[in-house]
């Protein structure tokens, strides 16, 4: 029997379903037969078992460490133009749903993505992939919801696939058409609620026969959809199987995590305003934490982690890379925040942005190092996993596998890549 690939002499942080913290395996190696794991355990089993083996190419680790590839859960890459004048306005005071209530914000990103081709707004989206790609992120959820119109968010969608073609990631679509109200429906007497029977009735069936989402994502909060509008868009996307996702209690409680819970959320994302009392009710929806949107609000409201530990709640971390409350196009970056800014461990920061991540798009053979999961490797040069989200900028990995084959990293030109 012949194997692609072999990585010896390594330490790994493995995030297996059956281990506690990072489920470290020293002294390890790892096996890959197309775009598969297929061996995982210390170098003396593998030396031992495996003398029938071939190997194609093998790689001396010499202590490095293997962790799974980054996932990115929770995304808005896709975008046409950017907010740096609005930053400028919100460094001189105006709050960001005030800048929204005037027509900014989200609407004026809707303006840009509307106005570009599909090509054009392929080519202003993919250099935030890359940035993304680059820190060994191998898995990206990315959202519409910057079209708000049947023709842009389809537009929005296909570019996300099209990312997915020509890098070397997978993608997770979102359809967000509940994101904000579009200009269109700003003159009915309930522009909100006439605007979410739309999605239901035209844009959600539309975006499902052509299978361009994998999940359905709400803006539930003050400045976007109520909990009763959001659950509308809920029962539409359970008549197309389709898992939702949910923006509750960023800004405000309006209990929309907790009613996103009761439809099997596979993620509730924010909830820095999730009341503490309320934890209890999300049973295994995974709480996704986007870090770098609290700080570029400088929001001062944490979420309440404490009692998401108590409750074993899962936590994931995202960048929400968006070109309004989070133009930051670096997971680990995110992972940092989530500990300085959030009180996340290391542990866990790497944990939510891997095992976690992957529970929260609904994917089960990726996120953990693993016999018969995904082939999305990263190889780093470090003395401990803590490293990863210690440092900004500190760390690139030495090589990327992505679906079994080398696709990148600092080190892979020396492996033949
Ligand atoms: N919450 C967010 O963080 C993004 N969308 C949302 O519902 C921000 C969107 C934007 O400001 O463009
Ligand atoms: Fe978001």
């Known amino acids: 029997m012949e194997y692609d690939w072999l990585i010896e002499n390594v330490n790994i942080a493995t995030f297996a379903a059956d281990t506690d913290g990072y489920g470290i395996q020293e002294k390890a190696a790892v096996a890959i037969q197309g775009n598969e794991i297929v061996f995982v355990g210390p170098m003396d089993a593998w030396s031992k078992d495996h003398s029938n083996i071939e190997v194609r190419r093998k790689i001396d680790g010499a202590g490095k460490w293997v962790t799974p ?19 400028e306005w919100r460094l001189q005071g105006e709050s960001y749903e005030s800048i929204a209530k005037k027509g900014g914000g989200i609407l004026s990103s809707v303006r840009h993505t509307r106005a570009l081709s599909l090509e054009d707004l392929y080519r202003q989206s993919a250099p935030r992939l890359e940035r993304l790609l680059e820190e060994g992120v191998t898995t990206v959820e990315i959202k519409s919801g910057y079209g708000l119109d049947t023709e842009t968010e389809i537009k929005m ?47 959600l069936p539309a975006i499902a026969a052509q299978k361009l989402a994998d999940a359905v994502d709400v803006f539930c909060e003050g400045i976007g959809f109520s909990a009763d509008q959001c659950e509308q868009v809920y029962q539409a996307a359970q008549q197309y199987n389709l898992p939702i996702k949910a923006h509750a209690e960023q800004l405000s409680d309006l209990k929309g995590a907790v009613r996103a ?16 009392e309320d934890v209890s009710q999300l049973r ?18 944490l979420p309440p982690i404490e009692a998401l530990r108590k409750n074993n709640t899962p936590m994931a971390v995202a960048t929400d890379l968006n070109p ?48 018969g999961f995904d082939a999305d490797i990263l190889l780093w040069n470090i003395q401990h996993p803590a490293e990863l989200a210690y440092g900004v900028n500190f760390h690139r990995p030495a090589c990327i596998w992505q679906a079994g084959k080398l696709k990148g990293g600092k080190e892979a030109s020396r492996y033949g890549f």
């Not at 590839?69 to 930053?87: K, S, W």
């Not at 819970?261 to 503490?276: G, K, R, T």
């Open 157 to 203: 969608l296909r570019v996300a696939k099209m990312l997915e073609e020509h890098y070397p990631v997978t993608i997770k679509t979102t359809f967000l058409g509940a994101h904000a109200v579009p200009p269109e429906f700003q003159h009915f007497d309930h522009p909100k609620q006439a605007y979410i029977n739309h999605i239901c009735s035209e844009m």
């Open 69 to 87: 590839g980054l996932i990115d859960c929770h995304t808005h890459l896709v975008f046409g133009g950017n907010r740096a004048e609005e930053f």
């Open 284 to 301: 295994s929806t995974v709480a996704v934490l986007l870090p770098a949107a609290f700080y570029c609000l400088k929001e001062t409201q």
């Open 324 to 371: 309004g409350t989070a133009p930051v196009a670096s997971l680990l970056t995110a992972m940092n925040q989530a500990c300085i800014l959030m009180g996340l461990t290391p542990q866990e920061a790497l944990k939510g942005a891997t095992h976690f991540a992957a529970q929260a798009l609904d994917i089960k053979t990726k996120g953990q190092i693993k016999t």
């Open 261 to 276: 819970a009761q439809y099997q959320a596979i993620s509730v994302d924010h909830i820095e305003y999730l009341n503490a």
